[in-house]
């Protein structure tokens, strides 16, 4: 039976090749257009899941593919990789360089392997089930915060936390030392790496987090659901992720 990291080369790859598509169009006057759901789409999110995609149809035939932009492949496969190439396809577009592509490997629809890729900062954090997160090689860890009252909490933006959800988080956030804004995945990765201590988030698709588990766990956090539960293929998209065990449980009971 294969292990997780035996795919590493494979999703390094696949961050290499996302890479070299996205960074010639970054600050550029890119085509931008609108997708059913009114989110932006460009050349960029299209040209790199394409690339990715041909790496996988080369190597890995039988695995399946769910992406973003073009849909999905085999998704009752045993394992299936998960594709976000432009996470944070606003910030892109503006030239502001918090964007990251994602590349997540489910088996048996749990994530195992995630790669957290900022292409214009250099930046490439690696999570595999069982193993250390690494930020461009060197082993991370998120930070020791057990306090709510100290607390750093990120969100992507208040427009995603709508009626009873708003309504929960805004009695987390009253409780924490302060909130930062904006940030999409790139938040799970500072927060694995210190900066953050709590980011919560509600209406994530599979491709939105499935990279993002294995990062936080290797770098001892903890990521749930809204009501504790694992991550998997099947989640309702609520995301709580916390720097340690203890802030986790007090972030849960506002959020339950």
Same mark, same amino acid.
């Given at each position: ?26 600050? %550029?006057? !890119? *085509? ?7 989110? =932006?789409?460009? +050349?960029?999110?299209?040209?790199? #899941? ?95 915060? %057990?306090? !709510? *009252? ?7 933006? =208040?427009?995603? +936390?709508?009626?009873?959800?708003? #309504? ?89």
């Amino acid at each position: 039976m294969s292990h997780p990291a035996d795919f590493l080369p494979l999703a390094q790859r696949l961050a290499d090749a996302a890479r070299a598509f996205i960074l010639p169009y970054y600050r %550029t006057r !890119l *085509a931008v257009d609108d997708k059913l759901d009114a989110s =932006p789409v460009t +050349l960029a999110d299209r040209g790199a #899941e394409q690339a990715m995609r041909a790496l996988l149809a080369e190597h890995t035939p039988e695995h399946g593919i769910i992406g973003e932009e073009f849909g999905r492949e085999r998704d009752g496969a045993e394992w299936v990789w998960v594709l976000d190439p432009v996470d944070g396809t606003k910030s892109f577009i503006v030239g502001r360089p918090t964007f990251c592509t994602l590349i997540g490997l489910l088996h048996h629809g749990k994530p195992v392997l995630g790669i957290i890729d900022q292409p214009v900062l250099n930046e490439r954090w690696v999570g595999v089930a069982g193993l250390p997160t690494t930020l461009n090689g060197s082993v991370v860890q998120t930070s020791d915060v %057990t306090d !709510l *009252a100290a607390t750093r909490l990120g969100s992507t933006g =208040p427009q995603y +936390l709508q009626a009873t959800a708003g #309504e929960r988080f805004a009695g987390l956030q009253a409780r924490c030392r302060f909130t930062v804004w904006g940030g999409d995945a790139y938040l799970y990765a500072l927060l694995a790496c210190g900066g953050y201590d709590l980011v919560v988030e509600s209406g994530l698709k599979l491709h939105d987090f499935a990279a993002l588990v294995p990062v936080v766990q290797g770098a001892g956090g903890t990521m749930t659901d809204w009501l504790g539960g694992e991550l998997n293929k099947d989640s309702d998209g609520s995301v709580l992720v916390a720097a340690t065990a203890a802030l986790h449980e007090q972030a849960l009971a506002y959020l339950r």
